[in-house]
């Protein structure tokens, strides 16, 4: 299980460690923070898919994605006697992310290119590709020197051997390559393999669509499918999957509890699948393109949720969204009830979704705020009320 979050230098982020539970519901008005937060999860998920690079220049480069406020916040200036303004920065450039689990962590440090201009003094066609300074893999829940695995410093990788020594690795990685994708034997670096492939089963849905001309919509070829796509299109066949793999009554709840008395069916016709919703009082049941967007959403939720194929982690964003007041009590059951196979972050401003995810051992409640500009954890004093950290320094 993941047990800490860390960004550093990401938007409205400024430095941010999270510890996370089997359940995580990460809260706050708008305009605080959530999004950034969940942004930086999908991009060390890309960190393993070789597309950390490309994700940030699709956000507008480096210089978009960086902490927007000055490099320290003096106390002149949380006192009011002072007006925020830059200061001489006295780090490099940087937007680092990273994770920790049980028995292994990661981290990466993404900076400026050195090369921003080509020879003739022209912008370099490559100038909002951030580069990949520095990488560490280590053992144990705590980043440590003693307990790195393999690190990335510039171009040059090493591995740490059976008997503790380093290995330097053959050949020089390219400023936009990860190690994670680019040192492959499991012989020598197992824990770049198993960190690479628990961040490539890291599950996000925040795309789901429901309107007029979503694929949910319409009869979809279907197969076997244990796993509900990003937007949703192969909804019938998920459902379809759901209960064809002993989870029909898990599916049948999830239903009656939202919408009581109605009954969901998959029909199946010349390999082409899609939704019916039996309900009360109707004589035929409405087809998936009758569906309000609402109903839609929640039996899109209901597919994800009940995957037969659980992920390590799987991150949902603002769930609630279309749904209405009625749904939010059951969908958030269905999330507890996930978190039992699955660790789960929900990132959502829905107090009543909140509130029907319920409290105890197994989650954790992280409402963000604003501070200067800073999005930072309420009711945190400082850095020693958070778990411990300690960023790979280039």
Excluded at 174 to 181: A, H, Q
Excluded at 360 to 381: M, N, Q
Aim: net charge neutral.
């Amino acid at each position: 299980m993941i047990r800490t979050l860390a960004v550093d230098g990401y938007r409205s982020v400024r430095s941010l460690v999270l510890a996370l539970d089997r359940l995580t519901v990460v809260t706050g008005a708008n305009g605080v923070g959530k999004s950034s937060l969940y942004r930086s999860l999908r991009l060390l998920a890309e960190c393993a898919a070789g597309g950390v690079v490309g994700a940030v220049a699709r956000e507008g480069g480096l210089a978009s994605t960086l902490w927007a406020g000055p490099e320290v916040i003096g106390r002149a200036v949380r006192e009011g006697r002072h007006p925020v303004q830059g200061t001489v920065r006295s780090g490099p450039v940087s937007l680092r992310l990273g994770f920790a689990s049980d028995d292994l962590g990661y981290a990466v440090d993404l900076g400026l290119p050195q090369q921003q201009k080509l020879p003739d003094g022209s912008r370099h066609p490559f100038a909002n590709d951030p580069e990949i300074k520095v990488e560490a893999v280590w053992t144990g829940p705590v980043p440590r020197p003693a307990a790195l695995a393999a690190e990335r410093r510039g171009p040059a990788v090493r591995v740490r051997g059976d008997d503790g020594a380093w290995q330097p690795r053959p050949g020089r990685l390219r400023t936009f390559e990860s190690m994670l994708t680019e040192v492959v034997d499991p012989a020598r670096a197992p824990e770049l393999l198993d960190v690479r492939e628990r961040l490539r089963g890291w599950r996000f849905y925040d795309q789901l669509r429901t309107d007029l001309d979503a694929p949910a919509r319409t009869p979809q070829v279907g197969t076997r499918t244990p796993v509900l796509g990003p937007d949703g299109a192969d909804l019938a066949a998920a459902l379809a999957t759901i209960a064809d793999l002993g989870l029909g009554s898990d599916l049948e709840r999830a239903v009656s509890r939202a919408f009581p008395g109605s009954r969901l069916a998959v029909d199946a016709r010349d390999g082409r699948f899609e939704v019916r919703l039996h309900q009360h009082g109707l004589l035929r049941p409405l087809t998936a393109a009758e569906l309000s967007d609402g109903t839609l959403r929640y039996l899109l939720w209901v597919a994800a949720l009940l995957t037969p194929r659980p992920p390590e982690l799987l991150v949902l964003n603002e769930p609630e969204t279309s749904l209405h007041p009625d749904l939010l009590p059951a969908l958030g059951e269905l999330v507890r009830e996930a978190a039992q196979r699955t660790q789960v972050v929900v990132v959502t401003h829905s107090a009543p979704l909140v509130a029907a995810m319920g409290s105890g051992d197994g989650v954790a409640r992280v409402e963000l705020v604003k501070d200067f500009g800073e999005t930072r954890v309420a009711g945190r004093e400082g850095r020693f009320d958070q778990p411990p950290w300690t960023w790979p320094s280039r």
